[in-house]
């Protein structure tokens, strides 16, 4: 059993520490290698236990595709062993063939079914499975292998696995349930900065926010800058101390949480904000009474007593008071110009944004701009896209061209310009985005397109507004990608 104590765990939290990734081979040592492999297989081509040991050791040297020839090779021989065919699934699994893999575990498992690493590994290709299409029945799937490692070994890996796939079918209450269990079960800085974002998406922002810092702490950590000057620590009298408040994560991340800026200023004697460059002279449009500086500064150059990263300001919120709207802030003249230059002030503008990120673990926040076309075909409506940079794909240029959309992303050198454009629209439709988080922090009317499985901010998606922002209106899929009738109750609104 792997599980702790109740009573040990605050020590354990304490003193977690990541233990360093073992550096690589060199390319000279990887090809050594291979050639000695290749020799050793070549001298005993049809003994099983060569072929093992050298299919074995092609795949920790990330050459699984020399693996699988020498496999494909002896595959035809008779009466192989459970370990030749776990051996074939693992390779497989390597080279993303999840189905093949598939048939290689089973076959291990239909005479061993006691193997809870297998038994787990089956349940990571079921859940990729899901990912890679939202089949509910793979996820079940998952759900299912999942348990029986767990049964066979308290094992916090296991039951981390069925906690997030729990979370995305839908099973709150168990998914909480067992969150909770995985504290007592030697949990890592990843699992506890998870449970942080897991009870965040439900609403108990005093249990999250005791663990928030474990995001800082993780086997890939959020960056933050090293700077000597002391961490303020929430609770000491700055009154006659200066603060340096730093940016960290995405843009959208900054919009979002530069909200609390002005509440720390009022504890502090002086802030200094370090944001990044594209977004400083928004930033400093919008904060007069702060000093804002863009993150290519050297940090050794500012005059100040105490540091804290952006995103930890959170815990100076009273979250039932939270819905903000307008305290990002761009000139009216500006505005102004660009709808004289740029809109058709004879339609009902609407600026769209449908694609955000390439990370697959995140492309549910990404919506096909086919889904697009009933507010395309709306009587006096022009769309406007907002997609920029590398997140405008030579397939989406053509696609809205097509569509008839017109990208502003030329217009924008800063998200400045971006944000004096979202001020001209009548309305900005959005999925879940830095579009989104702009939009709302402006005080900009918008239409939040949610997937049914969303990103852990997001703890209201009902009613009129989605609880970080009072401008923006929640519309969530009933299933994932069912955007059918989240654009049918866009179309609706619209109209009204």
Partial sequence: MNCLKEKNL???????????????????????????????????????????KCADRFNKLNHSELALKILKRTY???????????????????????????????IYLNKNDKNPLLLNRMGNIYEMKYDNTFDKKYLQTAIQYFVSAFNLDNNRMYLKNLVICLGKIGDTK?????????????PTAEDLWDYSCSNFRFGDFEESLKYIDYRFMKENPIYYPKITKPLWNLAE????????????????????????????????????????????????????????YPDDIDLTTLDFDFHIP??????????????????????????????????????????????????????????????????????NVQLYSFQYGDKLKDEFKIQEKEMGIINLSEHFNDFYDTAVAVSAMDLI?????????????????????????SEYRWYKLSGED???????????????NGWEDVFKKVVTNIGE
Avoid at 29 to 41: G, L, P, Y
Avoid at 174 to 186: A, D, G, Y
Avoid at 466 to 480: L, N
């Fill in 429 to 453: 439709v959005t999925t879940d985005n830095v579009l989104l988080n702009l939009a709302g922090a402006l005080g900009k009317k918008t239409y939040a397109l949610m997937n049914a499985y």
């Fill in 76 to 106: 035809n021989l008779k009466n192989h062993s459970l370990d030749f065919h776990r051996l074939c699934g693992d390779t497989m699994f390597n080279l993303n063939d999840l189905d093949s893999a598939i048939k290689e575990y089973e």
């Fill in 310 to 379: 952006l995103m930890s300001l959170m815990k100076l919120w009273n979250f039932e008071n939270n819905t903000l709207e307008g305290y990002l802030k761009v000139d009216d003249s500006d505005v102004a110009e660009f709808k004289n230059k740029f809109l058709d002030n004879n339609k009902l503008n609407i600026g769209i944004s449908y694609y955000g990120t390439e990370n697959k673990a995140f492309k549910y926040r990404n919506i096909d701009i086919k889904e697009f076309k009933p507010l395309k075909n709306l009587k």
């Fill in 10 to 52: 605050k020590n354990k939290v304490s003193s977690h520490s990541v233990k360093p990734i073992n550096s690589s081979l060199s390319i000279e040592n990887i090809e050594k290698n291979i050639k000695e492999i290749k020799r050793e297989f070549e001298h005993n081509p049809r003994d099983e236990y060569t072929i093992i």
């Fill in 466 to 480: 989605i609880g970080w922002y009072k401008s923006v209106k929640p519309f969530v899929a009933d299933e994932m």
């Fill in 174 to 186: 168990t998914h909480r349930e067992l969150f909770k269990k995985l504290l007592f079960c030697n």
């Fill in 237 to 292: 009298d700055i009154s006659y101390k200066t603060l340096l408040v730093h940016c960290e994560q995405g843009f959208g991340d900054t919009f979002m949480f530069c909200r609390f800026l002005n509440k720390v200023k009022d504890k502090a004697k002086k802030v200094i904000f370090v944001t990044q460059k594209s977004t400083y002279k928004l930033i400093r449009n919008s904060f007069p009474e702060i000093e804002i």
